[in-house]
Structure formats: C-alpha cells, structure tokens
C-alpha cells in the first residue's frame, strides 16, 4: 500500500484544539486487458485527493466535518466505482467505505467529542 501525506489542516474547537491530519492511501490494483487492448489505469495516489469541509469544528459530537477523496488514476481521469475505506485514529466515520460516484468523489462525514488531533486516511480497495 502506497501512503502520501495530502494536507495537514489544524483546527480548533470552542474548548481546546481539534487537529485533522489527512493522508490518502491507495493501493495499486492490477491492470486488466480487454483482449489485450485496453487496459484499465490503476488510482494514482499522487493525483487523487483528500480534503476536509472546514478549518476548524467543536469536538462536541454532533458538528461533522465532511471528508472528500477524488480518485482519479494515472492519467487524472476520475475512476467511479470503486470502494473507497477512509480510517481515522479518532473520532467517528459515517460512513466508513463509500463508493466513488461521479467525478472520482466519496464522501463521510467526521465527528469526535475528544479535542486533538486526528489522522484520516482513505483506501481505495481492489
């Protein structure tokens, strides 16, 4: 599995501070032939993203901060279809694995009500 530090984005909360480190990990997946004239691109790690919906959110449990991962594979074309598994040291995930849908996108939501700092990761699975 190839990991790549995205973005670092601090924030902090009414009470103390609730920090977001975001990585985006992405395994290679094997490349398939149609007949052995097309084949399919495997998700770029180094073209794919991770963000998150604000710079700062209170660890009170109800307030999510959205995470957004685009896959896209080595040309930068978007991939839909795949499963994407985002991870946190912290906090709750809903969902924990989203498909991607147009555009590359899959999209959770982050809550916590412990203030510090959490690490994200999302996974596209074979």
Not at 7 to 15: E, L, N, V, W
Not at 75 to 92: M, N, Q, Y
């Amino acid at each position: 599995m190839m990991r790549v530090k995205n973005q670092a984005t601090p924030f902090s909360s009414k009470r103390s501070t609730l920090g977001l480190v975001a990585t985006l990990g992405l395994l290679t997946l094997a490349a398939c032939g149609g007949g052995g004239k097309q084949q399919a691109l495997a998700p770029s790690a180094a073209l794919s993203t991770l963000a998150a919906s604000a710079a700062s959110a209170p660890a009170d449990g109800s307030t999510a901060v959205l995470l957004t991962a685009i896959v896209r594979d080595t040309a930068g074309a978007s991939l839909l279809g795949l499963p994407v598994r985002f991870e946190s040291t912290g906090g709750t995930l809903q969902p924990a694995t989203v498909v991607s849908g147009a555009g590359g996108l899959a999209t959770t939501s982050l809550t916590s009500t412990v203030p510090g700092p959490v690490t994200v990761s999302a996974t596209v699975a074979p």
